[in-house]
């Protein structure tokens, strides 16, 4: 099965790299709770334990960061328009530069790279729901579903 587009075959990517980058947060946040100091662990001390206050409902962004080479013509790039309605576009930067010439061939080499900012109107929790995963301009359509992360790629004894 080839997995590339025609377009890519044609004028081919040096460089492809994009990431999605899911963020959830609780809402919760760490407080001390005013105390005395502990007396030392060594004597049979107390440690004082921390109190967590919700200073607001859970929330989730997706940061998007891609980086594109490719020679005879421009890369194709992410649009920053999202495609899906639970996305809501925050910032978005995109880097353009001179397209350079390589010393021995007169084919122009062209670079860009961005990074978007989406906040969602209903959070993404990691490993209760599929994470979607990003599909490249020179993959055929659909071939991106390999790249998403089902909650059962987590697992709880990776990290002690």
């Not at 081919?12 to 105390?35: K, N, T």
């Not at 607001?56 to 649009?79: D, N």
């Amino acid at each position: 099965m080839n997995v590339f587009t025609q377009d890519a075959l044609a004028a081919p990517y040096d460089h492809f790299d994009c990431q999605e980058i899911w963020r959830y947060r609780s809402g919760l946040v760490q407080m001390p709770v005013a105390a005395g100091p502990m007396t030392p662990p060594t004597t049979g001390g107390v440690k004082t334990p921390c109190e967590f206050v919700r200073v607001h409902a859970p929330t989730s962004t997706l940061v998007v960061k891609f980086e594109a080479v490719r020679k005879g013509v421009p890369p194709v790039i992410p649009s920053p328009v999202p495609n899906d309605p639970n996305r809501v576009l925050l910032d978005a930067l995109v880097v353009t530069g001179v397209p350079a010439r390589l010393a021995d061939t007169s084919v122009p080499v062209f670079r860009t790279c961005g990074t978007y900012v989406y906040g969602l109107i209903a959070p993404l929790v990691p490993a209760s729901e599929v994470i979607p995963g990003p599909e490249g301009p020179y993959i055929v359509s659909g071939f991106a579903a390999s790249s998403q992360l089902d909650p059962s790629l987590f697992s709880s004894t990776i990290v002690g």
